[in-house]
């Protein structure tokens, strides 16, 4: 029951008017049995929403495009890793301070561990932009043979320089014998579903593929390795692990992911839950 008492807390973006992320975050706070409320804010003005944040007490808020970097200016605190990343998708008000967060990374490689052991793995990431650079810095810190390749060479080069890692062109991907391989990019999600960024024709059997789109649950990447007898891990997975974290981070209580996944699996499954439906 919404009342005098009841946390707020929401994701801010734009566009945010199909994000998944008050799915997660009310079931998970219904479950735990806490009065607060997640809400999406459409933000056309980031200075006029933080002020709104600060002013209305908002106990936290998720970060999405395009505010991920923009947001940094206005934030008292960012914590080590989204320090490191430069990049925010987790805001706390703590004693009236906002402290940065970035649960991207750890939200990527807790779903892929759960699938796979990623010691001295060889590892193909594809992609540069926010969602890359988190993940990318994660892999790096678990001590994984991380190499990094897009479609905008510059870009990827220059992330690969900066944490210290290996760039390869989209030309030399037959070279690297990559034993997991991780879309980050926006290649498989509408319009640009009938898109793949890495060939068919690379794919081996045992080869663990992830992509972190989720709409489609099942991307043209993800439906060509499973068809090449690869192990397939999807978007949702990373998806309820990040907000499982930025839950754990607002609340300081770990809530359940299966039951966060079963939440997710439910509201896509409805009429136009999929942009395919």
């Known amino acids: 029951m919404v009342d005098a008492h009841t946390r707020l807390y929401g994701v801010i973006g734009n566009p945010v008017r199909h994000s998944l992320s008050p799915v997660?975050?009310?079931?998970?706070?219904?479950?735990?049995?806490?009065?607060?409320l997640y809400l999406a804010f459409e933000v056309h003005r980031l200075d006029e929403a933080i002020r709104g944040i600060r002013g209305l007490g908002i106990r936290g808020?998720?970060?999405?495009?395009?505010?991920?970097t923009r947001i940094i200016p206005f934030l008292d605190q960012l914590e080590d890793i989204a320090e490191k990343i430069k990049a925010v998708n987790t805001v706390s008000l703590e004693e009236g301070r906002l402290i940065g967060?970035?649960?991207?990374?750890?939200?990527a490689l807790n779903a892929?561990?759960?699938e796979v052991d990623l010691s001295g793995k060889r590892i193909l990431l594809l992609g540069c932009g926010?969602?890359?650079?988190?993940?990318?810095?994660?892999?790096?810190?678990?001590?994984?043979?991380?190499?990094i390749a897009n479609r905008t060479s510059d870009h990827a080069r220059a992330l690969a320089e900066e944490l210290g890692?290996?760039?390869?062109?989209?030309?030399?991907?037959?070279?690297?014998?990559?034993q997991v391989v991780i879309n980050a990019t926006s290649l498989g999600m509408?319009?640009?579903?009938?898109?793949?960024?890495?060939?068919?024709?690379?794919?081996?059997?045992?080869?663990?593929?992830?992509?972190?789109?989720?709409?489609?649950?099942q991307t043209k990447l993800l439906r060509e390795a499973s068809g090449k007898g690869c192990q397939v891990i999807d978007g949702l997975a990373m998806l309820a692990h990040q907000g499982a974290a930025q839950c754990q981070i607002w609340t300081g209580k770990k809530p359940e992911i299966e039951a966060?996944?079963?939440?997710?699996?439910?509201?896509?499954a409805k009429p136009g839950g999929d942009p395919h439906d």
């Not at 926010?130 to 190499?147: C, D, H, M, Y």
């Not at 966060?260 to 896509?268: A, G, M, N, V, Y």
């Open 24 to 36: 997660i975050h009310n079931g998970a706070f219904q479950r735990m049995g806490l009065n607060a």
């Open 61 to 68: 808020v998720s970060v999405t495009t395009p505010f991920k």
């Open 101 to 107: 967060y970035n649960t991207d990374g750890c939200g």
């Open 112 to 114: 892929l561990e759960e």
């Open 130 to 147: 926010g969602a890359a650079r988190a993940i990318a810095f994660g892999l790096k810190e678990r001590g994984t043979q991380v190499t």
């Open 165 to 178: 890692l290996d760039y390869l062109p989209l030309s030399s991907l037959g070279k690297l014998e990559a």
């Open 190 to 217: 509408p319009p640009l579903e009938e898109q793949t960024p890495f060939p068919k024709e690379l794919l081996q059997p045992g080869m663990t593929v992830m992509d972190i789109v989720y709409k489609p649950l």
């Open 260 to 268: 966060i996944k079963k939440d997710l699996r439910r509201e896509l």
